[in-house]
C-alpha cells in the first residue's frame, strides 16, 4: 500500500496519458456507481484502463468500469472517469486520490463529481438528484484525510480553506440548468463514509441530526484533494434509496445499480447544459 506519491510519479502518469490522446482538457467528470453509461455520449474518444497506467489503482467494484475516457462533450473537451476507487477496496487515501493529482498535473481546472448515494433527508425519494452544496468527512475527521503526509507546495498549501469546497458560481450555473431541463433538482449536505457496510438504522439518525441529506462512499477526499490543488469543483448525489431509518427495508448494491438508469439521464442533461455554459 503506498503511503504517498512523488510529483515524478504524479507526473509520470499523467505524461503516459499525454502519450494516448491529443485532446488538452480543462473539465474532469467523475461517474459514481451505476452512472458509468454517461461516458458512452462522449464523442471521438479516446479510452484508456486504469491498468494501462503506471502507479494506477484498478477499480474492483461492480458498476464501476475502470476507465478513462477523453474526447468531447457539447464541442467540450472533457476527462472523464468511468468509474472510480475507493477507500474500501483496500488502497490507501494517496491511492484513492492520486487520479485527482494527476488531473491536476494534466491541466484539469474544473472537477464534476458524481455518484450514488443513500437519502437521509425524508423529503428525497429514489432517482432525485442532489446538489451538493457541503459535506461531511467523517474519514478526515477520524483520521484518513487524504492530505496527510509530505506537502508538495507545487500542487497546494500545507492547510488549504474548505469553506468553498463547492463552487458557489458553478452551484448557480446548476440550478439554471435544473430549471431550463426541468429537473426537479435537490439540495443539501453530503456525508462520506469508508464503507463497504452500508449504515445501520442508528448511523442515518445520527448523520441526519449532524446535518446530512446524503450518504456515501466516495467523493469528499476527492474534493479535498482536488481543492487543496485550485481545482474549482461541483458535485451531484444521485439518490438511489430513501433512508432506513427504522431498519424496516434492506439496502443493496444492485439496488444502486438499478437506481442510476433514471439518475443518469438526469445528471447527462444537467452537465451538458453547464458545459455549455463554461
Known sequence: MTTHFSLNQI??????LRERTSYQPKIAVILG???SEFAESVEAPDSISFGELPHFPVSTVFGHAGKIVIGKLVNQPVFVMQGRIHFYEGYSM??????????????????????????????????DVMLITDHLSFMGMTGQNPLIGPNYDELGPRFPDMSQAYDRDLCHLARDAAKKEGINLREGVY?????????????L???????????????????????????RVLGFSGISNKANLDGSTVTTHEEVIEAGKVITPKIDKLIRSILQKL
Open 11 to 16: 507526473d509520470e502518469v499523467a505524461n503516459k
Open 33 to 35: 456507481s451505476g452512472l
Open 94 to 127: 494517496a491511492e484513492v486520490t492520486l487520479p485527482i493529482r494527476v488531473m491536476q498535473r494534466f491541466g484539469i481546472k474544473t472537477l464534476i463529481v458524481t455518484n450514488a448515494a443513500g437519502g437521509v433527508n425524508p423529503d428525497f425519494s429514489p432517482g
Open 205 to 231: 439518525r445520527f448523520l441526519r441530526q449532524a446535518g446530512a441529506d446524503s450518504v456515501g462512499m466516495s467523493t469528499v477526499h476527492e474534493v479535498i484533494v482536488a481543492r487543496h490543488g485550485g481545482m
Open 191 to 203: 456525508a462520506g463514509l469508508s464503507g463497504p457496510s452500508f449504515e445501520s438504522p442508528a448511523d
